[in-house]
């Protein structure tokens, strides 16, 4: 998992925890949190041959759905972390292209 994966998954985690203990009917926030770490792990990072340094082949990084070999984390990523762009830990180098 990337750095902005796993800072994703603890804020999406963290706010979903909130909502249980504050929210008087959290169903709607934990909704949107499950629904976002469920294209968290569908967005995640797998190793797939791919050409490296001297034009050799080898394991190099890509999103398992999007097959993006470049760039990762993937653009879905960067959209769904966009959205917690304003708290404590976001970086600004993770914002869509
Ligand atoms: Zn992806």
Same mark, same amino acid.
């Given at each position: ?30 909704? =949107?949190?499950?629904?976002? +770490? *469920?294209?968290?792990?569908? /967005?995640?990072?797998?190793?797939? @041959? ?24 993937? =653009?879905?990523?960067?959209? +769904? *972390?966009?959205?917690?762009? /304003?708290?404590?830990?976001?970086? @600004? ?5």
């Amino acid at each position: 998992m990337s750095v902005l994966g796993s800072w994703l998954r603890a804020t999406i985690e963290a706010d979903k925890a909130v909502a249980l203990v504050m929210e008087q009917d959290p169903r709607d926030t934990i909704a =949107r949190c499950d629904a976002a +770490l *469920a294209i968290l792990d569908e /967005h995640d990072i797998v190793q797939v @041959d791919g050409i490296g340094k001297n034009a050799r082949v080898t394991q190099i990084p890509a999103c398992k759905t999007c097959g993006t070999r470049h760039g990762v984390p993937c =653009r879905t990523l960067r959209l +769904l *972390a966009r959205g917690y762009r /304003h708290r404590e830990g976001y970086d @600004d180098e993770w914002s869509p292209a």
